[in-house]
């Protein structure tokens, strides 16, 4: 049986392990922390990852800890005036096959946790990361923390965006700083008053920041995400510290009173410091030899889009699906044989995905531009979402796309 090593187990690291245990792959995940756990944070997830997610059996358990918005609405920041709207829901369920989803980050990551406890072929440990690897034509070898070494067939590189690995393998720099600072709150609806609780998406766009809202848990909590510009001294790694929350007040002090009233009501904040890389130049990026980089290790990208669990998902989709496809997970395939398609099949995985998530990471690049214009160009958006509406806020090539695709 092929052995499948993966570093790394966020989001992307635990769905490759699930991706490649379900056709059949000897599975090793090594993470660095002493527990599974994901901080407080809710994410988006679109009907082209949610197909994936329903593709490994998980539709009821998700149905059980999502919320499920029923628009998406934009806002101005500073009028409340309604820019425009996408409906979600039975739209979405339509036109893509699946609904937009919205949860909690910590519940995603527990359900894939529990979800991979009922394979007996993923062995999952603590307290040790992959700090460095060395590989051969025959097979790839993960250094760990402890000093152990670990030889497999495939390395899965899903060790984030200041990934070790991608530093040993392709030597490009470190994430660089955007400029934009990312204020994180989760608040109970019950907490908030009547006129502030929500059960939709919404986007409020302003100069030089923007506003994102949505239910996570059923619809029980709120989170709440602001976008400023601003700049952190110290380690720009760690993506969740500690914030004042009378700093992102006083960006916020010429918004309506609606959004006004949602940022003093928050009174815990914590901040993340964004950073990324360019968009993806090639397939070198996402693969090399025995190595496959997935999610933030190989295109870490601003959160404007909503996306970034999403490609990490699909790229283990994809991954599985490509060796699957190899054979290599096949009982009649001598061990020999299936390994020495592995090179050949990472480049066909890297193949089929650069493209898609260099042009998920470009578009969050230019929403972020588009959200926070200033003068003159901000009216002129404004009018443009208010005539176009839907057709200008729908995305079927993003939505309808990935490795399941829409029936």
Not at 87 to 107: C, E, F, K, Q
Not at 160 to 188: C, E, F
Not at 204 to 221: I, K
């Amino acid at each position: 049986m092929v052995d499948v090593v993966i570093a790394g187990g966020g989001i992307g690291g635990l769905s490759a392990a699930l991706a490649c245990a379900r056709e059949g792959g000897n599975v090793r995940l090594y993470e660095r922390t002493t527990e599974f756990s994901e901080v407080g944070a809710g994410i988006q997830l679109g009907p082209n990852v949610v197909r994936v997610l329903h593709s490994w059996d998980m539709q009821e358990a998700l149905a059980g800890i999502v919320a499920f918005p029923d628009r998406v609405q934009f806002r101005s920041a500073v009028s409340g005036t309604v820019l425009g709207e996408l409906p979600l829901g039975a739209d979405m369920v339509r036109r893509y096959g699946a609904p937009y989803v919205t949860i909690h980050r910590g519940d995603l990551h527990g359900l894939l946790v529990q979800t991979l406890g009922q394979y007996a072929n993923v062995a999952l440990q603590l307290s040790n990361a992959v700090v460095g690897l060395a590989q051969t034509e025959a097979s790839v070898t993960a250094h760990l923390a402890d000093t152990q070494q670990v030889q497999g067939d495939v390395l899965v590189a899903a060790d984030g965006a200041w990934s070790v690995l991608r530093q040993q393998i392709l030597n490009d720099g470190k994430p660089q700083p955007t400029g934009h600072l990312a204020y994180r709150a989760m608040v109970r609806q019950s907490n908030l008053p009547k006129g502030l609780r929500s059960q939709q998406v919404t986007a409020w766009f302003g100069p030089r920041l923007h506003v994102v809202q949505y239910p996570v848990r059923g619809g029980d909590w709120l989170n709440v995400v602001g976008i400023v510009h601003g700049h952190v001294q110290g380690d720009m790694s760690n993506w969740d510290q500690s914030a004042n929350a009378a700093d992102l007040q006083r960006v916020m002090a010429g918004t309506c009173a609606p959004l006004h009233d949602l940022i003093h009501a928050i009174e815990s904040w914590r901040l993340w410091p964004l950073s990324i890389r360019q968009p993806m130049r090639g397939a070198h990026e996402h693969a090399l030899g025995r190595v496959a980089l997935l999610g933030d290790a190989a295109h870490p990208m601003v959160p404007y889009l909503a996306q970034g669990a999403a490609m990490a998902m699909e790229d283990a989709a994809t991954l599985a699906q490509v060796l699957a496809a190899g054979g290599v997970f096949s009982e009649g395939v001598s061990a020999a044989a299936a390994c020495g398609q592995i090179p050949a099949l990472l480049k066909d995985y890297a193949n089929q995905r650069w493209q898609r998530n260099a042009r998920v990471q470009q578009r969050a690049i230019k929403n972020g531009e588009i959200y926070h214009l200033t003068g003159p160009m901000r009216l002129g958006r404004d009018l443009a979402m208010r005539a176009l509406g839907t057709r200008l806020l729908d995305q079927p090539w993003l939505y309808g796309g990935g490795p399941i695709k829409v029936t």
